[in-house]
């Protein structure tokens, strides 16, 4: 069974840093979701909000 963390929360908060550090301690996978294409809106999308 494989785990999975995710973080979460405002701004300015270290979530990039935790999560590094994560990354490092744990060995595993580290994914933005910015890094992720699903995750992004295109550009032609005018009402992000049915996206």
């Known amino acids: 069974m ?16 935790l999560a590094k550090e ?3 301690y744990y060995k595993g996978v580290y994914i933005e979701q910015s890094m992720v294409p699903e995750f992004i809106i ?10």
């Open 42 to 51: 295109p550009k032609d999308v005018k009402d992000v909000g049915i996206y």
């Open 2 to 17: 494989k785990d999975f963390i995710f973080l979460i929360g405002p701004s300015a908060v270290g979530k990039t840093i």
């Open 22 to 24: 994560l990354y490092q």
